[in-house]
């Protein structure tokens, strides 16, 4: 989010975003606030959702709309996903000022988090993916507007955000992009993703896993979402920078592989990936989240497990390190490859 709209934002909005939706009185807690302040609200009897407000600035009405209408699309054919609510109105986009506001029901579900050990997880992570993109090919957007892939290269330009005394930043986004943009565009691999893909945005019910926050929904190439799977899996645990090392790394990434994989090929053959860009993909990941850093943050404050998380990603945008070593890439090749495994 940023750091204007954080400076606008006040208690006033959240509740009026509450009573739109019969909520007044109910408790919220912010959960996060990067592209939009997402709050964990808790009704009546004990009953959870997720409200969701978000900037003009950053998604306007016509993509939201085209947000919602896939998401119905998606559930239409079966994929487990949160939808958002109506209010007594008929309405589920609520505005108040430059804000809109989602309502989304929970299922009775809690937040997921990787340290649960959930058995299966990897699985269903790789199967749900595999039904977004089995479908995404199908869907007809009907007119409705959906972001493409210059959502990257312009809304979120190092050129606008990073310092100048950074210039590799950009040099390296525009290497990258050479690279990524003489990909053929085909309707298997280039279609309508989630974007961001990953455990903070799974809720964990009784008949399984269902997905939210489609906020940085866009047309690109799927390579996108396994990069990302791939970068939180294996190197982040719980999205904080507690890096993984040596053996632990290894057979993190041999686990992740074979059963992300295994679930993913229920609904479709992960040959279609291409796995020799992939390391385009997670540096493109990156500098986004670089980028993005200097957009919504004071990065002059950051200490800690943040400041070591920023470091991670200078250090590995400045010297070009492949997020994967060729061994590594070997083992993800190996897995999607062959359907025995």
Known sequence: MEKGIREEFSESVLLEALSRFGLEGCGAELIRSNHAFVYDVTGEEGSSYILRLSHERQKPLS???????????????????????????????????????????????????LSKGHNTFYRDWGALQGQFHHYSPLYENQGYCHRGD?????????????????PWVQERLNEVRARIDESPRHADSWQLIHGDLHPGNFIE??????????????????ETDLAIALMLAIDFKELYPLRKTGIERAITLDKFCREYFSGYRIHRDPRIFRLDLLNDFMMRR??????????????????????????????????NEPFLSEEELAVVQRYASDDSV
Not at 290 to 298: G, I
């Open 205 to 222: 019910a009784e008949d399984g896993l269902w997905i939210f926050d489609f906020d940085d929904s866009h047309y690109d190439f799927i």
């Open 63 to 113: 993509l939201l709309e085209g947000e919602v209408h896939w998401m119905d699309y998606l559930a239409s054919k079966g994929v487990k996903v949160c939808l958002p609510l109506e209010n007594k109105r008929g309405r589920r986009i609520e505005q108040h000022d430059d804000l809109f506001a989602l309502l989304y029901n929970k299922m009775g579900g809690q937040s997921y988090r």
């Open 286 to 319: 990156l500098i986004v989240i670089f980028t993005n850093f200097y957009r919504s943050a004071d990065v002059d404050s950051f200490s800690g497990i943040h400041r070591e998380y920023y470091n991670i990603h200078e250090r590995m945008i400045r010297d």
């Open 150 to 166: 210059d959502w990257h290269y312009e809304f979120l330009s190092p050129s606008k955000y990073a310092p100048k005394k950074f």
